[in-house]
């Protein structure tokens, strides 16, 4: 599931796995329950075993986490950066990325706080479940930064406060704490992904559930997936983009009638092939022009339209998330040891 839309756009973001460390099966089952299926959880009983766990996943290749620890030193978005978010879809592994790990404070082979201790310079978010007389203890290990959330599993809210933390922490992991800024001159062309209402009002403009979202450059836009690997692109053009780009067209022979049609702001002029836009010498056709709206934001205005399962950004089907957790329901990829 995307983050609330009402945030600015993270620069990608898929499901990740939430790696859950309890011995009790009653509790791992309540919580496995809750989670899933929008979120893949991973069950052990040992912290030990967990531990190896993430140190595995963390040992495969993934190009999602390369960004994310990369973004965690540098906030500045490159040509680079961009061209390698749009080659995340085509990872299988991304979606074994351990984002967040919730384990019991009273584990019999390392207690929570050595767990999280461990995990202490990583970017997974770390959730301890404690018992009320274990209130002090994560209160200190909160202060000093070793757990990001801690939940009292008798607190009548205890589900709701679990579903509510896992949210933040993958939202986190993917940046949603931090300022992107964009490298020379993509700052004109990206400036919506940091506009707040810019992401509340995409979100309504799709036709899918999304559960991936991938920001792209030529042309730049959103890829959005649902599980079934669905996708629509919206491009997004800001007002001084989308009147640079009309002004090319005038100059470039456009004529009135394509001309009339880009002036009042409900179209875009693109084609999807080389550069997209028009070129002098290319005969065009209303079929040319994709219907487009305005959005309003924070900032300006943005005019954006619909590539409706555009064939370069489809994925194969083995990446889809709802493929790969058919792959791990198969291999039994259930409770871990």
């Not at 509510?164 to 992904?193: I, N, T």
Request: charged share 25%.
């Amino acid at each position: 599931m995307l983050p609330e839309a009402a945030t600015p756009l993270l620069p990608f973001f898929h499901p990740t796995t939430v790696v859950h460390v309890e011995d009790s099966t009653s509790y791992s089952t309540l919580l496995q329950s809750v989670l899933e299926p929008e979120i893949l959880v991973a069950r052990h009983r040992w912290a030990r075993k967990a531990l190896t766990a993430i140190e595995a996943a963390h040992a495969r290749p993934s190009a999602s986490r390369r960004l994310v620890e990369r973004f965690r030193k540098d906030h500045a978005l490159s040509a680079g950066d961009l061209g390698a978010i749009r080659g995340i879809v085509d990872d299988p592994q991304r979606f074994n990325d351990v984002a967040v790990a919730i384990v019991d404070y009273a584990m019999p082979d390392l207690d929570g706080l050595g767990f999280c201790r461990q995990l202490a310079g990583t970017p997974v978010g770390r959730v301890m479940l404690t018992a009320r007389a274990d209130r002090r203890i994560a209160t200190q290990a909160l202060d000093e930064g070793l757990i990001d959330y801690f939940i009292d599993k008798t607190s009548p809210d205890f589900l709701e406060r679990i579903r509510d933390a896992v949210s933040a922490l993958q939202a986190r992991y993917f940046g949603a704490d931090r300022h992107f800024s964009f490298a020379d001159d993509a700052d004109a062309r990206f400036g919506f992904a940091r506009d707040p209402g810019v992401a509340a009002a995409l979100r309504r403009y799709l036709t899918i559930a999304p559960v991936e979202m991938y920001l792209c450059d030529d042309p730049a836009g959103v890829l959005f997936i649902d599980d079934e690997g669905l996708s629509e692109f919206i491009l997004v053009f800001s007002e001084a983009v989308y009147e640079r780009r009309r002004q090319a067209a005038l100059a470039a022979g456009a004529p009135p009638w394509y001309a009339d049609h880009l002036a009042d702001r409900q179209w875009i002029d693109w084609r999807g092939d080389a550069d997209g836009f028009f070129r002098s010498g290319h005969a065009v056709t209303p079929h040319d022009l994709l219907r487009a709206t305005v959005l309003e934001g924070r900032d300006g205005d943005y005019v954006v339209a619909t590539l409706d399962q555009a064939p370069s950004w489809k994925q194969a089907e083995c990446s889809t998330y709802r493929g790969w957790l058919d792959q791990r329901e198969l291999a039994g990829g259930a409770p871990g040891a």
